[in-house]
Nanobody, 121 residues
């Protein structure tokens, strides 16, 4: 089994910062891409940022220059540093990991449970 545990959400004022973390554990053979998605009330889930196993990154236009994604391949973790937060960043943030499971050697996408980020004064 694979488990993704997220942490770091919360309430922050506009202009503030938060750091989200996600740790993958279980019977993992290898991890490919890791990323963060978010879903605001009444909206579709959208990609925020992603990072490949080689370190290449991709960001939504709305967060470029403000958010930074990073990963630690040795610890199977991915983090999202969010700076200059805006009220429109308010959403539930989900960790997503593309990995291969040991037992079946099959590839699949796994999701974290989600963590609430609220940007408000």
């Amino acid at each position: 089994q694979v488990r993704l545990v997220e942490s770091g959400g919360g309430l922050v004022q506009p202009g503030g910062s938060l750091r989200l973390s996600c740790a993958a554990s279980g019977s993992i053979f290898s991890i490919r891409a890791m990323g963060w998605y978010r879903q605001a009330p009444g909206k579709q889930r959208e990609l925020v940022a992603a990072i490949t196993s080689g370190g290449s990154t991709n960001y939504a236009d709305s967060v470029k220059g403000r958010f930074t994604i990073s990963r630690d391949n040795a610890k199977n973790t991915v983090a999202l540093q969010m700076n200059s937060l805006k009220p429109e960043d308010t959403a539930v943030y989900y960790c997503n990991v593309d990995l291969v499971v040991v037992a079946t050697m099959t590839r699949g996408a796994y999701w974290g449970q989600g963590t609430q980020v609220t940007v408000s004064s």
